[in-house]
């Protein structure tokens, strides 16, 4: 089953390939059509919806929308535009639903067209990109906006539900006992001296160890850190003032409670849920900047 499986994607590659034809928007831009969609093309103030998949010469993925399972979605101007618009914003003009399209670049190229900057320092100025369109649809904006919150909560309560797992399965392999708050953070209280309790409202003195539950790595400690607790995640938020002065916990936060798909100066990976050693050695009601200490 497995190699009737694997020829089946070789002949669909191959017919692919066949089937394939160079195109060039107004402005000398070329790109490859793989497939062709129903022909319709997008007009003014509609909006073109694409999974895509970008991957170097050295057969490298550096991103693509399927594992996020959010496409991205590319406005229509009107066509008084078209003569200052980049290459690949023409080349989007001339697409239909269903079609897919290969463009594949330099990588300085890439950066200086795609992005509009230039090439990171390091990476290899020998590399080529290919970036792998899909068109999944063509909407009108008032329509996408719908679409994409709906794609968005879809996405939210499947990725709550993997880290909820990931916590459980994490806590049982550990054989940790943690309770659970309402918002989904599990965490086990250490020591409870029956200290006074701040509120978000307040500033508080801590100390902690952050790492990643997927690995165990850690990517911050701090002896002492003084803060406003309403400038920080959603996560400490919740759960500092479960803590009062002198006592110590362990909280492990789910990702839409920290740093969400997005993550965090590539410290936090995107979809990470955090693990938290805290102390709370004290609070006051404002955060002096000067000495950064609480009041």
């Known amino acids: 089953m497995i190699r009737i499986f694997s020829a089946l994607i070789v002949l669909t590659m191959l017919c692919a390939a ?3 034809s160079e195109k060039e928007t107004p402005n000398g831009f070329k790109y490859v059509l793989i497939s062709s969609g129903d022909g319709v093309l997008p007009k003014k103030e509609q909006v073109i919806v694409f999974d895509y998949l970008l991957r170097d010469s050295k057969d490298s993925v550096w991103s693509d929308t399927y594992s996020q399972g959010i496409p991205i979605a590319v406005p229509i101007a009107d066509s008084s535009a078209i003569p200052n618009e980049k290459g690949m914003f023409q080349m989007f003009r001339m697409l239909s639903k269903g079609d897919s399209v290969r463009v594949t670049l ?3 190229r890439f950066f200086a067209e795609i992005v509009g900057r230039p090439a ?7 590399l080529t990109l290919s970036y792998f369109l899909k068109v999944k649809n063509i909407m009108e904006i008032d329509a996408y906006r719908e679409y994409q919150m709906g794609l968005l909560e879809n996405r939210r309560v499947k990725q709550a539900s993997k880290e909820a797992a990931a916590i459980e399965e994490y806590l049982s392999a550990n054989s940790i006992n943690a309770q659970k708050d309402s918002t989904g953070i599990r965490y086990v209280i250490h020591t409870s ?4 309790k701040p509120t978000v409202d307040n500033c508080v003195e801590v100390s902690y160890k952050g790492a990643l539950l997927a690995d165990g790595k850690v990517f911050d400690q701090q002896p002492k850190m003084a803060f406003p607790l309403n400038r920080v995640i959603p996560g400490w938020q919740r759960a500092i003032p479960m803590l009062g002065v002198g006592d110590s916990a362990t909280f492990y936060i789910p990702s839409e409670l920290a740093y969400r798909s997005e993550g965090s100066q590539g410290v936090i990976p995107p979809d990470a849920v955090l693990v938290f050693d805290v ?3 004290g609070f006051g009601n404002s955060f002096d900047p000067n000495t950064g200490n609480c009041n």
């Open 18 to 20: 066949c089937a394939s």
């Open 106 to 108: 330099p990588i300085t």
């Open 120 to 126: 990171p320092l390091g990476i290899d100025s020998a």
């Open 193 to 196: 001296k029956g200290g006074a």
């Open 279 to 281: 102390k709370l050695l």
